[in-house]
T-cell receptor
C-alpha cells in the first residue's frame, strides 16, 4: 500500500543546534505537506511542496522535495525552545487525501 | 475565532454505548476530513466530504462508524457499540479545495472504558 516513512522517531538537541527530519514515500507523490503538533495540541499546517526539487524557506525552517517526488526533508537551523513538538510529513498520492508519516518528536535541551 | 471547532473536546463512555462528535469547519471550506490519532502515531485518514458528498471512506472504518455532512457545513461522526480499541483522538480538518492545506480542529478525545 501507499506508505510514508519518517525518521528519526525522536530527536533531542541542544538549544541552538540544527535539526533535520526525513520523509520517504513508497511511490511518487503528487505533493507533500508538513505539519507541526505541539504537545497536547493539534496538527498545524506549515507548508506544501508540489514541484520536483522544490525548496522553500520559512525563517529558520527549510523544506525540500526530492527530484523524484518520493522524499522530503525539513531542516531547522539554530533550534529554539519554541520549536518543541512533533513534525509530521503528509503525502498526497494524487487521491486527494493525506497519508501522514509517524512523525519526529523534537525535544530541546536548554 | 474562525478556525475549525469540535465538540465535545473530551468524551468518556462505556463499552457498547454510542457516541457522536461534531465538527464545524472554516466557513468557506468545502472539504472536510476526519482522522483518528493514537498516542505516538500520525493522524490516520478515516473519511472526507466535498460539500455534502462523502467521497471516500477508509477501510479502517468499520460498519460501526458513520459520518454525515447534511448541508455541506458541519459534520458528525458517530460510533456505534463502542469498543476499547476505539479510544483515540478524533480530529477534524477542513480545506478550501483539493490538494491544499488542511486546517485541523482541537480534536475530541474519546476514552472507552
Amino acid at each position: 500500500g501507499q506508505q510514508v516513512m519518517q525518521i528519526p522517531q525522536y530527536q533531542h538537541v541542544q538549544e541552538g543546534e540544527d535539526f533535520t527530519t526525513y520523509c520517504n514515500s513508497s511511490t511518487t507523490l503528487s505533493n507533500i505537506q508538513w505539519y507541526k503538533q505541539r504537545p497536547g495540541g493539534h496538527p498545524v499546517f506549515l507548508i506544501q511542496l508540489v514541484k520536483s526539487g522544490e525548496v522553500k524557506k520559512q525563517k529558520r525552517l527549510t523544506f525540500q522535495f526530492g527530484e523524484a517526488k518520493k522524499n522530503s526533508s525539513l531542516h531547522i537551523t539554530a533550534t529554539q525552545t519554541t520549536d518543541v513538538g512533533t513534525y509530521f510529513c503528509a503525502g498526497d498520492f494524487g487521491n486527494e487525501k493525506l497519508t501522514f508519516g509517524t512523525g519526529t518528536r523534537l525535544t530541546i535541551i536548554p | 475565532d474562525t478556525g475549525v471547532s469540535q465538540d465535545p473536546r473530551h468524551k468518556i463512555t462505556k463499552r457498547g454505548q454510542n457516541v457522536t462528535f461534531r465538527c464545524d469547519p472554516i466557513s468557506e471550506h468545502n472539504r472536510l476530513y476526519w482522522y483518528r490519532q493514537t498516542l505516538g502515531q500520525g493522524p490516520e485518514f478515516l473519511t472526507y466530504f466535498q460539500n455534502e458528498a462523502q467521497l471516500e471512506k477508509s477501510r479502517l472504518l468499520s460498519d460501526r462508524f458513520s459520518a454525515e455532512r447534511p448541508k455541506g457545513s458541519f459534520s458528525t461522526l458517530e460510533i456505534q457499540r463502542t469498543e476499547q480499541g476505539d479510544s483515540a483522538m478524533y480530529l477534524c480538518a477542513s480545506s478550501a479545495r483539493s490538494q491544499s492545506a488542511q486546517y485541523f480542529g482541537p480534536g475530541t478525545r474519546l476514552t472507552v472504558l
